[in-house]
């Protein structure tokens, strides 16, 4: 057999070669403490999981429309409207099988061979993957450790040249939890008026789990992109639905029929009863939402203030999402050395940086979505290791 030369250019996701290892020491009964994947450790609250049985109930086991089911496109706008303040129609939203999916069309929409996308490094390795698939160069954004991971505007601006396709910002953001400041994407934009040819995908599935203070702010709110900017959200991370596969992305002009296409040739349809259940999440009660993000305010106060007692560590506070990137420079180890030592020695399951591009190197991604009691006994072993 003979694959196609794009499958020698796709990559993975290491998070979960990390979670298959940690299973495998676990059945061979070794006790892993999980700080490594990235999903939510709470339960779909239950309207949800209701809503969905329900659906199954009534009977919806069919195909929908590709784009999804109206009453739910409906359920997005009014979403967006209460959470971004931005009017859009229905016809704009796309539902498709998880966030990455969303990722996967706008990176296939204008990704091919002598094009240019640019994506944050250290970021969500599926950027990078998906565009090498395609064939177009994938240019990183580096993000700055000093700047609490966000970009520099300027310095993002500087890699646009008449090649540039796409450009990818996630805030908050994986692997580092950071929340780019308004006064940055202010200056992008302003930036990008120039540049009417690089279209924007705005991945904001942690938008939801931000902590008061880092003042997130959506990049479909600013009018003077909104004709070329595609959001990409979904249920998995607010609403703790991994599993159930479901996610949206909010298409401008001609590219929600292209998205609808892709739809067509590779998924048909998101799962009916999922379809529904997210209906029920967004138009439902919040307060479970919240419970979570005041949890994930007290874990990653314990996260932070732990590694920064371990030696050679260095971790900032980050303003979003459920991970913390810790510079670990100071251990003497290599960041993929160090994965596999914690893991090995201290039965610990935490991501090398550089599994999120080369600027990741010096750093490791924990993730917070854990107990309290998990968490201790991460920084327990850890500091044991190490001599903390
Ligand atoms: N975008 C980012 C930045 C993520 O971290 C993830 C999942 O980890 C996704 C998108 C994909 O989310 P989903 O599970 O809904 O496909």
């Avoid at 784009?67 to 409906?74: A, K, Q, S």
């Avoid at 996610?247 to 040739?265: D, K």
């Avoid at 967004?282 to 993000?293: E, K, N, S």
Wanted: glycine share 12%; proline share 5%; with cysteine.
């Amino acid at each position: 057999m003979r694959l196609a030369a794009a499958m020698g250019r796709l990559g993975t996701e290491s998070a979960f070669e990390v979670l298959a290892r940690a299973t495998r020491l676990q059945q061979e009964g070794r006790d892993v403490v999980n700080l490594g994947i990235g999903q939510p450790d709470f339960p779909t609250p239950g309207h949800i999981v209701e809503a969905g049985v329900k659906a199954l109930r009534d009977g919806h086991h069919g195909y929908t429309p590709a784009n999804g089911i109206l009453p739910l496109r409906e359920a997005v706008a009014r979403d967006v409207r209460l959470r971004r303040g931005v009017e859009i129609d229905p016809d704009q939203v796309v539902i498709v099988p998880g966030g990455k999916m969303t990722m996967a069309f706008a990176i296939s929409m204008f990704g091919e061979e002598g094009a240019e996308i640019l994506y944050p490094d250290a970021g969500f390795p599926i950027y990078r993957s998906m565009i090498a698939f395609t064939g177009a160069t994938a240019v990183p954004v580096r993000l700055h450790e000093d700047k609490g991971f966000a970009f520099s505007a300027d310095e993002v601006l500087s890699l646009v040249n008449e090649r540039t396709r796409l450009l990818i910002v996630n805030s908050p953001a994986n692997p580092t939890g950071g929340v780019v400041p308004k006064a940055e994407l202010d200056r992008l934009v302003e930036g990008l008026e120039a540049h009417p040819h690089v279209a924007v995908l705005s991945d904001e599935i942690y938008a939801r789990i931000v902590y008061g203070d880092a003042g997130f702010v959506s990049l479909l709110a600013y009018p003077q992109i909104q004709d070329r900017l595609i959001l990409l959200d979904g249920w998995s991370k607010a609403y703790a639905m991994t599993g159930w596969r479901l996610g949206y992305g909010v298409w401008p002009g001609e590219t929600a029929e292209a998205a609808t296409r892709l739809a067509v040739n590779f998924n048909s349809c998101v799962n009916a009863a999922a379809q529904w259940a997210g209906i029920a999440a967004l138009d439902g009660p919040q307060d479970a939402v919240g419970r979570m993000v005041e949890t994930f305010r007290r874990r990653r106060n314990l996260i932070v203030d732990g590694l920064n007692r371990l030696p050679g560590f260095r971790c900032r506070m980050p303003g979003g999402a459920f991970y913390v990137f810790p510079n670990v420079e100071g251990t003497g180890y290599g960041s993929r050395g160090l994965q596999d030592l914690l893991l090995e020695r201290a039965g610990v399951a935490t991501v090398s940086g550089t599994s999120f591009g080369v600027q990741g190197e010096g750093y490791l991604r924990f993730s917070y979505a854990a107990s309290t009691g998990a968490i201790e006994a991460a920084l327990g072993r850890i500091g044991e290791l190490l001599g903390g």
